[in-house]
């Protein structure tokens, strides 16, 4: 595996995580609305399990890779414009507006 590259388990534990979290949150929210209203006989919603395959998972790692090397680089160069030789977290917070709408 490439050293810059994100581990595709990581990022499929990580989505896993976030997918049963809000599957929770929907259920808490579902069973709330089943107060207000009623479903008619026959009808269900099925919950089904949310998954990626291999190749959607690789792609996810590489822009995670590709996000991640770009904040580096725009940090770097408002680090090096101040005469700074360290990226501080002030640089992150002033690239981060722009970069989440470029990407």
Do not use: Y
């Amino acid at each position: 595996m490439d050293d810059n590259a994100f581990d595709p388990d990581l990022i499929r534990a990580i989505f896993k995580l976030v997918w049963s979290r809000r599957a929770l949150e929907r259920e808490k929210n579902e069973g709330a609305d089943a107060v207000d209203c009623e479903v008619g006989v026959g009808t269900s919603k099925k919950i089904r399990p949310t998954s990626a395959n291999s190749n959607a998972v690789k792609l996810s790692c590489e822009l995670l890779r590709v996000f991640v090397a770009e904040a580096v680089q725009r940090a770097a160069a408002i680090a090096e414009a101040e005469g700074v030789s360290k990226i501080e977290a002030t640089h992150l917070e002033r690239i981060l507006p722009q970069l989440l709408m470029d990407f």
